[in-house]
């Protein structure tokens, strides 16, 4: 048996049941909040110093306040994100918890997902038919992906997009491998079958770097040097091979790469005075459109796709006090496998710009924390039984 809540919850993380104001709910939307009730232990006893915090964090963007929808949209959602966020780290965990179901769920969806985007690509390639491509029709969230818009086939499995497949292929892999304690070939097969699928370059960047240094972790100081040496040696061979020629991208200003990467730092540098503070939620599109087009060229767009340019811009300086934060716990823990959530966030925060999306949110901090909460609570139960007998 499986934890069915949580398998909705991926599947259907993409299927809008309604819309309001432009936002479309989805089943995701919904079902979060059964599975916070179903799993964790929500009371009305609140710290003083976490309460302050939250507050804060409420405030923060009502410094760069703008009376309009688009400000109130991105609050709203801003809002929503952060509360999850705030119960998933300060709340325990239920005691009726299967963990096996949790487990087993993550291995079935591995599987489900690996073959149903195999079949998707197989009826795109061999038959010309995209019927498993948007399962949800009408309904799918944000667009209608269109494979014939792309020079090669791109699974995007249940999802919006093929980049969005590679990130829930790699929270899988993530959430796995916590539960087993190692690096299991099957796991590793399975997420490289389904980023292979999604033809997604920057996946398998990230599921390298993530194998790598889990890998590192487990070696003898003696041998890790020599590793190192080797892992970056191996990894400058292959990007240089596949990648070089793309390394022009960054100086070509009608390049994706350009816009995505080179345009915001520039924007940034001659915003300076402004980033201290940052800019007003839901204000990305109207002041990346209106700079570009003031310097002779349109914005290629409608926001940024990188998430830790997005932090920088909607908080300015503080967002460099949240990366040295989350650095400096990565350096003073001792928990490998809190090391390697950390490396996989800030990567993959490199790859989408929606940092406050409740599918982002849940997909990158909150289930993976969720598990990481599991596995302490299963090390616990462990030892307290080592230390009776």
Known sequence: MINYTIFFIFILMHFTIF????????????LVYYWLYSNYKINLQFNTKLITIFSILLVIPLINIELNLEFIKTYSIYIQAILIVFIVLNYNLKETINYQKVYKTIVFLQSLILIYTFFQILLYQFFGDTLLYNPWGIFQFHHIYNPNGHAEARAVGFF???????????VLFFTRFVFEEELKKTN??????IIFLAQSMFGFVVLLSLILYITFSNLKTSNKYFFMILSIVLASIIIGNIEIYRLNEFSDTHS?????????????KNHLYELLSGFPFGSIEDNFSNYFIFRGRGWHGTGLDNGIYVYIYYFGILSIVYFLYILAVFVKTQNINLKIFIIFYFLMLNANGAIFSIDIVFSLIIFPIYILKISEVINLKEKEVYDNN
């Open 19 to 30: 819309k309001v104001l432009g936002y479309e709910v989805t089943f995701l939307n919904l």
């Open 188 to 193: 590793i097969y399975i997420t490289f079958g």
């Open 160 to 170: 919006l997009e093929p980049s969005f497949l590679a990130l829930i292929s790699l």
């Open 256 to 268: 994706s790469g350009y816009w995505r990467l080179i345009a915001p730092l520039i924007f940034f």
